[in-house]
């Protein structure tokens, strides 16, 4: 490991010290505008990471040379950005200072991550700043109701989705630090499905422990409660990095969608979103006995799953429970305040959910809608022991009697359209609904 990644460390937890400056959360009350942001995630059932990404930052060469102004505010790179179109050009420091962001609002990773974990910090979330060796930087925000640590890309536009880079974006991770006030921490097995692909790529391994070893020994100082606290934690935490390595499997992750394609193509962080085989999720009945229910809330990305009438078991995002899919993902359109899942790109798409039951199924209602422009065609069918039927869900809750008698079945949705253009993945829509709206257009009832 080179001594600039050793420096890094060092860089990044005088960094965050920033975010704790009496004067930057003044400025972040001041500038923010946080009514318009909590308004817009109460209206959208998202969190206040995706809307910054809508409402807050923007998206942004060749190296030109910094002026003293632009080395006060800590940016000690410029790049010059031209239109490949009309040829104009525009300047583009890099700004490090979380207080100089505030005003620019504008940037890449390094900018977007630096200056939401800061405005999170500022509001009181206790987040901290995920450094990737691989040159990608992010957040994660302390959930008290998940107890846990949740990933959050605000540039990306990714909330709890930790896997997307290594599935999605094809890279080969290394190290992934975190820093806060309180504390460094090792957090790169959170990241990664394949520990054992990792590990040799962390050279210099027992240096970079040591060098986080003493920073935490160091550089923090805490009262008894807060280190035993911090200690219980970190140890829960580590616990649950080592123990879930398969949470991910079956799914598809898209590849980067921020920058301009060339540029993304020359990093290799495109990915695919390429046919996904069959043997990701199953949506199992479990131990009910009478009845059992799941439904899926496109709003808030989630599903609702109820076994003998009790309480609801909520499971996100949508793709954790998807048995197989090629090239769809969710979309949510701001600007118009509705969200549905669509084809990723103009080609053909399919998804597929499979539930196995511990009983034989008395009776079945499903109910899967589904939303069509110009051209667009969607297509439902039903599995049965390898026969496969047509049918149409669309205009009302359909009893499927061929279920009766039956424990497993699946249902898949093929969407397509015969246009080429860019825009025509909009032409096919499953579970159109209004952003603020708890509605569950998907539904499956099932008796035993």
């Not at 200056?115 to 994660?140: K, P, Q, S």
């Not at 536009?157 to 599935?167: H, I, S, V």
């Not at 499997?249 to 990093?267: F, H, I, N, P, T």
């Not at 109910?367 to 669309?394: A, I, K, N, R």
Request: with cysteine; glycine share 6%.
């Amino acid at each position: 490991m080179s001594a600039g990644f050793i420096h890094s460390i060092d860089a990044n937890r005088v960094h965050v010290l920033e975010y704790e400056k009496r004067e930057f959360r003044d400025k972040v009350l001041r500038v923010v505008p946080l009514k318009r942001l909590n308004d817009a995630a109460l209206n959208s059932g998202a969190t206040n990471g995706l809307t910054f990404h809508e409402y807050f930052m923007k998206e942004s060469g060749e190296p030109l040379q910094p002026t003293p102004e632009d080395l006060s505010a800590g940016a000690t790179r410029v790049e010059n950005h031209q239109c490949t179109i009309c040829g104009a050009s525009q300047r583009f420091p890099r700004y490090n200072s979380p207080s100089k962001l505030l005003e620019t609002r504008e940037g890449r990773c390094g900018e977007w991550a630096n200056c939401f974990t800061g405005i999170c910090r500022a509001l009181g979330y206790d987040a901290r700043y995920i450094y990737d060796a691989t040159d990608h930087v992010w957040t994660e925000i302390f959930s008290p109701h998940l107890d846990r640590w949740v990933h959050v890309d605000s540039c990306e536009n990714a909330w709890d989705r930790p896997l997307m880079y290594e599935q999605g974006w094809k890279k080969q991770l290394s190290y992934v630090i975190a820093f806060s006030k309180d504390e460094v921490v090792d957090v790169s097995y959170r990241y990664t499905l394949n520990p054992s692909e990792i590990k040799p790529r962390r050279v210099e391994e027992t240096a970079v422990q040591n060098k986080i070893a003493n920073c935490n020994r160091l550089n923090f100082r805490h009262s008894p409660d807060k280190q035993h606290f911090l200690t219980k934690r970190l140890a829960k935490e580590m616990t649950a990095m080592l123990l879930k390595h398969n949470l991910g499997s079956g799914k598809v992750y898209a590849g980067r969608e921020s920058g301009s394609l060339d540029w993304r193509q020359s990093r290799g962080e495109g990915g695919t979103m390429s046919h996904q085989e069959e043997g990701g999720a199953v949506i199992k009945s479990g131990d009910a006995t009478h009845s059992f229910s799941v439904r899926y809330c496109p709003a808030g990305d989630k599903y609702l799953i109820s076994r003998d009438g009790g309480p609801d078991q909520v499971l996100a995002p949508f793709d954790s429970l998807v048995f197989k899919n090629e090239n769809v993902v969710r979309k949510a359109e701001y600007d118009w305040n509705m969200v549905y899942l669509a084809r990723a790109n103009s080609s053909k798409s399919s998804i597929k959910w499979r539930v196995e039951c511990s009983k034989p199924i008395k009776s079945a209602l499903i109910t899967m809608l589904h939303t069509t422009y110009h051209e667009g065609q969607v297509s439902w069918s039903c599995d049965l022991d390898g026969e496969t039927s047509s049918f149409q869900p669309q205009f009302s809750d359909i009893d499927l009697s061929k279920l009766e008698g039956c424990c497993t079945f699946s249902i898949t949705a093929k969407m397509s359209s015969p246009g080429t253009q860019e825009n025509c993945w909009q032409h096919t829509q499953l579970f159109r609904t209004d952003l603020g709206r708890e509605e569950t257009p998907f539904q499956i009832d099932l008796t035993f």
